[in-house]
């Protein structure tokens, strides 16, 4: 069960860093998300997004749906320490 936990936990952590790094590179306008590694990691991490994006839409132009998508995954990285 610990070896469960732990995966998990791992999986949450790098998950999160790849959406940080989604986030990130979306500052960048010449970034061509058409182009490999950048569609990859687009279709990897677009569809949790997409999942706050049909709840949350975007307010004054700033898209807010990585933040919540990025807190979730935390709780749920600390909930799965809490287990170990």
């Not at 069960?1 to 860093?17: E, G, K, N, R, S």
């Not at 998300?33 to 950048?38: A, D, H, N, V």
């Not at 049909?54 to 990025?70: T, W």
């Amino acid at each position: 069960m610990t070896l469960l936990i732990t995966t998990l936990a791992t999986f949450v952590t790098l998950y999160t860093l790849l959406l940080i790094a989604r986030v990130l590179l979306t500052w960048f306008p010449t970034v061509n998300w058409y182009s490999q590694p950048f569609a990859a990691l687009s279709q990897i991490t677009d569809p949790y997004l997409n999942l706050f994006r049909s709840i949350i839409p975007p307010l004054g132009g700033m898209d807010f749906s990585p933040m919540i998508a990025i807190l979730l995954l935390q709780f749920i990285g600390n909930s799965l320490q809490a287990f170990k």
